[in-house]
């Protein structure tokens, strides 16, 4: 996973639809790893799509992460403004 990850570090702007699909892969099998959760919402712009990202991870065991609840509300406030 590492290596998949680091590449999609690497290159996720420039190729947003392999990156969400590592970020997805990887978050099935550690969906508490929160900061995955933030990386895979950045590659969205601000909206119902990178809402939706944020509502997933908080439907599952990373809701007791408080780093990802502000990210949520960071991100709710900007769809918003």
């Known amino acids: 996973w590492l290596g ?5 570090d690497e290159h996720g ?3 947003p639809h392999e990156a969400k699909e590592v970020y997805t892969g990887f978050l ?4 508490l ?3 995955y959760w933030k990386r895979l919402a950045d590659l969205d712009h601000p909206g ?6 944020y509502e997933r991870a908080a439907a599952g065991p990373a809701a007791a992460c408080v780093d990802l609840w502000g990210q949520f509300l960071d991100a709710a406030a900007a ?3």
């Open 33 to 35: 790893c929160w900061g």
């Open 28 to 31: 099935a099998e550690f969906p």
């Open 79 to 81: 769809a918003s403004a």
């Open 4 to 8: 998949l990850l680091e590449l999609a």
């Open 13 to 15: 702007l420039a190729q």
């Open 48 to 53: 119902p799509e990178q809402l939706a990202v």
